[in-house]
């Protein structure tokens, strides 16, 4: 069974920065993916980024949604198996819960992570995370 722990969240200020960790275990899949999401109140989780990690392909696969790009990463250590999400240019639009999720069983050659949150089966706890204006 995967278990995820979330950690790191905070309040800033915007323009300022924060970093996620997630720590998970149980994962025996040869293809996974790690992903991040969130959910403001009120709103749906929506997708912030996603690592994809496959026994047999050349090499990983980073995935990000457009309301992000350029200010987040993400990232992964395998050795420790531990997700990354560094957060920089904070927002107050990017205040919300955040949630580390992951889906085993994908194709181990070609990398690719589902999008949706609807496609993880695995969840953490959530972080929250505030910018302040």
């Known amino acids: 069974q995967v278990q995820l722990v979330e950690s790191g969240g905070g309040s800033v200020q915007a323009g300022g920065s924060l970093r996620l960790s997630c720590g998970a275990s149980?994962?025996?899949?040869?293809?996974?993916?790690l992903g991040w999401f969130r959910q403001a109140p009120g709103k749906d989780r929506e997708g912030v980024a996603w690592?994809?990690?496959?026994?047999?392909?050349?090499?990983?696969?980073?995935y990000y949604a457009d309301s992000v790009k350029g200010r987040f990463t993400i990232s992964q250590d395998n050795s420790k198996k531990t997700l990354y999400l560094q957060m920089n240019s904070l927002k107050p639009e990017d205040t919300a819960m955040y949630y580390c999720?992951?889906?085993?069983?994908?194709?181990?050659?070609?990398?690719?992570?589902?999008?949706?949150?609807?496609?993880?089966?695995?969840w953490g706890q959530g972080t929250q995370v505030t910018v302040s204006s």
């Open positions: 690592n994809y990690s496959g026994r047999y392909s050349r090499g990983g696969g980073t």
């Open positions: 999720a992951a889906v085993e069983g994908l194709d181990p050659w070609v990398p690719y992570c589902p999008r949706t949150a609807s496609q993880y089966n695995s």
């Open positions: 149980g994962i025996t899949s040869s293809a996974y993916c």
